[in-house]
């Protein structure tokens, strides 16, 4: 669809400048690169998709990821730890 809209665009667009030949050569090599894009596969990723994951990478994602660890297992039981400790403490006493 690209492609025939940017032919279509190229034929209106300078229709009145040149000749019917040299304007339909003009119409094909600007429509080829449009083309072209429906055979692009990357990484099983179509033009589509590699463009969009540009777009996101580069303008929407931030540029640094800071993570910060969890332990899951020290948050559960943090209670329990907490417990364990106030009682071992008053057995010191």
């Known amino acids: 669809m690209l492609a025939v809209g940017v032919a279509i665009g190229l034929y209106f667009g300078l229709r009145g400048r040149f000749g019917l030949e040299t304007l339909s050569w003009m119409c094909i090599l600007g429509a080829a690169p449009c083309a072209a894009l429906g055979f692009i596969n990357y990484h099983g990723m179509t033009a589509e998709q590699l463009l969009w994951a540009y777009v996101k990478s580069e303008f929407l994602l931030p540029r640094r990821f800071?993570?910060?660890?969890?332990?899951?297992?020290?948050?559960?039981?943090?209670?329990?730890?907490?417990?364990?400790?106030?009682?071992?403490?008053?057995?010191?006493?």
Not at 66 to 74: A, E, K, L
Not at 77 to 88: A, G, L, T, V
């Open 66 to 93: 800071v993570f910060y660890s969890t332990n899951i297992y020290v948050e559960a039981m943090k209670k329990s730890m907490q417990h364990h400790e106030q009682e071992r403490m008053m057995r010191r006493d």
